[in-house]
């Protein structure tokens, strides 16, 4: 007789020990009928205990199901009442409490009120106060300042009615003086001619008395017979040439007038060709010409900006023929419109004289900007400044120092001065304008009728040593007339004009991009391409995600790069653009004045550096999942830039560790209801796509902690321009943290590869071994292919082809947890029997119907069996019967897996039962 134990007997009801059987008589009937009517007594024997146990349980349920209730609404109504009256309690006490607050408030707000209008009233008393104090000053220093300037006014007008007084008696004098001699010089003339005339006159009377005595001689004289006829007269005798014609004195004084005439004529011819010439000399140059003509590279616009070093007009020993010079200089530079600087000081240091762009139209297709810059000898320390602070050197491509005519005195001192004073004056211009790039220099040196040593010039200006320190890139030394006369100054200005533009440095090779497109293409070159190349390898080997740290890491020393590369120093010391051109409209031609200032450089730096991630590290590897996602969020919350970016950065993140957790559900197939600390490991969590929506959204939600210093470094259209050399983006170098992820990833992929290669070759020879004929061939192979494919141990087989063997090991998992929660019941079970008084007070209704509990899911073994049987032998037979589906080679793969899917769940809620029967025996051992 075999008999299935009940388990709801067995936990809450002590079996009955039946009675020792009576010794055993003698059969007086056949064995068989004997056997039979036991049989039958113990059916009908097991039928009636069994309908009074249920019974008796059947009221004690509901026994305990109505106590239960009533007992559960008493609970109810005491906690209703305990709840109202806390929450009575607690609003009361809020009311109270808001009560206080709002007086309190109102208090505070009285007192504020009192405060501020004590603070208005005395602000407008201090502010009248000083307000009259500061008009006393205005007024004193403006009373002041119009009688400084009315006493320099009639001192200047005082000095202008003596100079004019001076003036007028001094050219009276000159002329008084020079018609003296005019009128001497005349007399003195009009004497000697008069003088002559009365020699002349004296001689022609003699002559004339002669010749009338010779004629009344020669009538009184007797005629002697002639052969000649009555009619013949005698012809004149010719004047002897020492006697002068009687109109020779007219003909001279018409030669005399004539030759005035030609002297005059000669004179003004020549006083009329020498103002040509000054006014040739003094014509500005075509500056587009030479230039344009001139620089080294054909290019669609051309920048030059010179400056004109002369020296100071209130320069002690100054004379007329320095002042000239200057002034010529002054004239050979000025364009045909002149702008005038609004920025320059008050002792007008630097003036500029011209600035324009224009298109040149002789042949030359260029557009030729030109500025020229004007200063007059050195500079204090206050006008440097000044000068870098308003940019007004910045773009200089040329200098032209004019060196005073130098006077020959013996005082070496003296000498001394005069080349300190012009090295001084070169040196605060050079060192007033950005380094880079050098700029060429020309020397003019006023000289007339004497040679030029130019050792002296380049010894005494110490232009070598301004060579070598890269202040200036060339010099050409250049001697011009003192006096300006001529075209050969204006020649030698024009070849130096020229020699400067063809040695012009060319503009810097700087490349333009906005700010976030130069961010996105330096991280998109340097970083995205083997972030994601990486990342491809370990999901392809089957890897955990990379170290988030490196990531960051790498992430964070490419904008680092790019920091340096927009903020280098060689940005900083660049003079570049000519700062007279730039400004709003000249934007795509040059950039904003300030755009390489140290403190705009400074702010992109930051800028750029705001973009970078906070580092992080990864929790520890056997960290409960809630606190693995209270950090990835606390992380998480660090990278928006403002609190209403932030949800929508945290629900990408949520939906992503959502997705892993499901994942993770799915793939654990022993867990149905998992609890807050059970999740995924640290391994299994997707730290790269976690980083790059981190980065993704600084990059799109990116915003300046500070506005700009410089407001013209944003555009028009919100834009920030931002200029660098693109030949420092060849200059980056892959951190070695980086570098050693890539080393570790290859590393892992062959650690992987090699160990598949393993498991493979012992799955196949468990197959050989175990199960030759499992080995499937494909029809369409050849004999000889068969015998390769099946000896070919070194093949790497596929996830499918692994699957027995996976699902295996994990059966043997399950079995081996089966076996330990049955081993405990047993020993729960082997304590002994349990009162039905200590039931607890509740009891779920799905433990109180155990007839579902008891009925095991799935059954391969006889519907009877022993009683001697242990639990866990039942269930270990039971379990090897269920595995005798996996060597069962008419099955599918797919029918495998659903068998094994529905095994699995069978077993989940086997184990929830286990779990649940566990607990109740916990409360009853407690009560």
């Known amino acids: 007789l075999q008999i299935l134990p009940s388990p709801i007997t067995s936990l809450f009801i002590a079996p009955q020990a039946p009675s020792a059987p009576p010794p055993k008589p003698q059969p007086t009937y056949p064995e068989k009928m004997i056997v039979d009517v036991v049989k039958n007594l113990v059916k009908d024997m097991i039928k009636d205990v069994l309908h009074v146990e249920c019974k008796e349980v059947a009221k004690a349920g509901a026994t305990y199901a109505a106590e239960a209730i009533s007992m559960s609404n008493m609970s109810t109504e005491e906690l209703i009442a305990e709840v109202t009256t806390e929450m009575l309690k607690e609003t009361s006490s809020e009311e109270v409490l808001a009560e206080k607050q709002r007086i309190e408030d109102e208090k505070q707000r009285i007192e504020q009120a009192r405060r501020k209008q004590e603070w208005e009233l005395w602000k407008s008393r201090y502010s009248r106060a000083l307000c009259d104090e500061i008009t006393d000053q205005v007024v004193e220093y403006s009373v002041r300042k119009c009688a400084t300037h009315e006493l320099r006014f009639a001192m200047e007008e005082d000095r202008r009615a003596r100079i004019n007084r001076c003036s007028t008696e001094l050219c009276s004098y000159l002329i008084k003086e020079t018609l003296e001699n005019e009128i001497f010089q005349a007399v003195k003339e009009t004497l000697q001619e008069v003088h002559c005339f009365c020699k002349y006159l004296k001689k022609w009377r003699a002559?004339?008395?002669?010749?009338?005595?010779?004629?009344?001689?020669?009538t009184m004289f007797p005629a002697a017979p002639g052969s000649a006829g009555p009619g013949y007269k005698l012809s004149p005798q010719k004047m002897s040439p020492e006697m002068p014609p009687d109109d020779n004195l007219s003909i001279s004084c018409?030669?005399?007038?004539?030759?005035?005439?030609?002297?005059a004529h000669q004179v003004r011819i020549q006083n009329f060709y020498q103002q040509l010439l000054c006014q040739a000399a003094w014509t500005p140059m075509d500056l587009f010409t030479l230039v344009a003509e001139?620089?080294?590279?054909?290019?669609?616009?051309?920048?030059?900006k010179v400056v004109l070093l002369l020296p100071s007009d209130e320069e002690c020993g100054l004379g007329d023929t320095n002042r000239n010079l200057i002034d010529w200089?002054?004239?050979?530079?000025?364009?045909?419109?002149?702008?005038?600087?609004?920025?320059?000081?008050?002792?007008?240091?630097?003036?500029?004289?011209?600035?324009?762009?224009?298109?040149?139209?002789?042949?030359?297709?260029?557009?030729?900007?030109?500025?020229?810059?004007?200063?007059?000898?050195?500079?204090?320390?206050?006008?440097?400044?000044?000068?870098?602070?308003?940019?007004?050197l910045l773009g200089t491509t040329a200098l032209i120092l004019l060196l005073p005519t130098c006077v020959e005195c013996s005082d070496q001192e003296e000498e001394d001065v005069y080349w300190l004073s012009a090295t001084l004056q070169v040196r605060q211009l050079l060192q007033a304008k950005p380094l880079n790039p050098a700029v060429p220099l020309v020397i003019l040196v006023p000289r007339e009728g004497k040679p030029l040593?130019?050792?002296?010039?380049?010894?005494?200006?110490?232009?070598?040593?301004?060579?070598?320190?890269?202040?200036?890139?060339?010099?050409?030394?250049?001697?011009?007339?003192e006096k300006i006369n001529d075209l050969q100054g204006s020649n030698q200005v024009s070849a130096a004009v020229s020699w400067l533009a063809s040695h012009c440095?060319?503009?810097?090779?700087?490349?333009?991009?906005?700010?976030?497109?130069?961010?996105?293409?330096?991280?998109?070159?340097?970083?995205?391409?083997?972030?994601?190349?990486?990342?491809?390898?370990?999901?392809?080997?089957?890897?955990?995600?990379?170290?988030?740290?490196?990531?960051?890491?790498?992430?964070?020393?490419?904008?680092?790069?790019?920091?340096?590369?927009?903020?280098?120093?060689?940005?900083?010391?660049?003079?570049?653009?000519?700062?007279?051109?730039?400004?709003?409209?000249?934007d795509e031609i040059l950039a904003h004045t300030e755009w390489n200032s140290g403190s705009h450089l400074a702010w992109l730096k930051d800028a750029v550096l705001s973009f970078q991630l906070p580092l992080m590290d990864l929790p520890p590897m056997h960290a409960p999942w809630s606190k693995v996602c209270e950090v990835i969020f606390h992380y998480v919350s660090q990278v928006p830039w403002s609190h209403q970016a932030c949800p929508l950065l945290l629900s990408k993140v949520e939906q992503l560790l959502n997705r892993i957790c499901d994942r993770w559900r799915e793939s654990c197939f022993l867990m149905l209801e998992a609890s807050a600390d059970e999740g995924p490991s640290v391994l299994e969590i997707p730290w790269d796509e976690i980083i790059a929506y981190c980065i993704d959204h600084r990059l799109r939600e990116?915003?300046?902690?500070?506005?700009?210093?410089?407001?013209?470094?944003?555009?028009?259209?919100?834009?920030?321009?931002?200029?660098?050399?693109?030949?420092?983006?060849?200059?980056?170098?892959?951190?070695?943290?980086?570098?050693?992820?890539?080393?570790?990833?290859?590393?892992?992929?062959?650690?992987?590869?090699?160990?598949?290669e393993k498991q493979a070759c012992s799955s196949i020879?468990?197959?050989?071994?175990?199960?030759?004929?499992?080995?499937?061939?494909?029809?369409?192979?050849?004999?000889?292919?068969?015998?390769?494919?099946?000896?070919?141990?070194?093949?790497?087989?596929?996830?499918?082809?692994?699957?027995?063997?996976?699902?295996?090991?994990?059966?043997?998992?399950?079995?081996?947890?089966?076996?330990?929660?049955?081993?405990?019941?047993?020993?729960?079970?082997?304590?002994?029997?349990?009162?039905?008084i200590a039931l607890p007070l509740y009891l779920p209704q799905s433990l109180a119907s155990a007839a579902e509990l008891v009925v095991p899911m799935f059954q391969t073994s006889p519907p009877s069996l022993p009683q001697e049987v242990p639990i866990n032998e039942y269930s270990e037979e039971s379990n090897m019967g269920g595995c005798n589906w996996l060597n069962d080679s008419t099955m599918t793969l797919s029918d495998k897996l659903k068998e094994f899917t529905r095994l699995i769940q069978a077993s989940h809620e086997e184990e929830m039962t286990c779990e649940r029967h566990l607990s109740i025996l916990l409360d009853l051992t407690d009560t």
């Open 207 to 218: 002559t004339a008395e002669a010749r009338k005595r010779l004629r009344k001689q020669m």
């Open 254 to 263: 018409t030669r005399l007038l004539q030759k005035r005439k030609e002297i």
């Open 294 to 304: 001139s620089f080294p590279v054909c290019k669609k616009r051309i920048f030059w």
């Open 329 to 392: 200089m002054k004239a050979k530079f000025r364009g045909d419109e002149c702008v005038e600087d609004f920025h320059r000081d008050a002792d007008h240091v630097i003036q500029t004289h011209q600035c324009k762009a224009v298109s040149s139209n002789e042949g030359i297709n260029e557009l030729v900007y030109i500025c020229v810059k004007v200063t007059k000898g050195p500079l204090s320390d206050t006008d440097v400044d000044a000068v870098e602070q308003r940019k007004e």
């Open 453 to 481: 040593n130019e050792e002296e010039v380049i010894d005494g200006l110490k232009l070598e040593a301004l060579v070598a320190n890269h202040l200036v890139s060339e010099f050409l030394i250049v001697p011009i007339p």
């Open 505 to 586: 440095p060319l503009p810097p090779e700087v490349s333009c991009q906005t700010l976030m497109q130069f961010i996105e293409d330096g991280l998109c070159r340097e970083f995205t391409n083997q972030f994601y190349s990486d990342k491809t390898e370990r999901q392809s080997a089957a890897l955990p995600s990379q170290d988030p740290s490196c990531i960051i890491e790498f992430y964070n020393d490419v904008l680092r790069f790019l920091a340096e590369v927009i903020s280098s120093e060689q940005l900083y010391n660049l003079s570049w653009p000519v700062a007279e051109f730039s400004g709003p409209t000249a």
């Open 702 to 756: 990116w915003k300046p902690l500070n506005p700009p210093c410089v407001a013209e470094a944003v555009s028009e259209d919100g834009q920030i321009l931002i200029y660098y050399f693109q030949d420092d983006l060849k200059k980056y170098k892959v951190p070695i943290i980086w570098q050693q992820a890539q080393s570790r990833t290859q590393m892992e992929i062959q650690e992987t590869s090699k160990r598949s």
């Open 765 to 836: 020879k468990q197959k050989l071994d175990f199960e030759p004929n499992a080995v499937e061939v494909r029809a369409e192979e050849t004999p000889a292919e068969k015998s390769i494919s099946a000896l070919n141990i070194t093949h790497t087989y596929s996830a499918e082809d692994l699957l027995p063997e996976r699902l295996q090991s994990r059966l043997k998992t399950e079995k081996e947890e089966n076996r330990r929660y049955e081993e405990q019941l047993n020993r729960w079970l082997d304590d002994g029997p349990l009162e039905p």
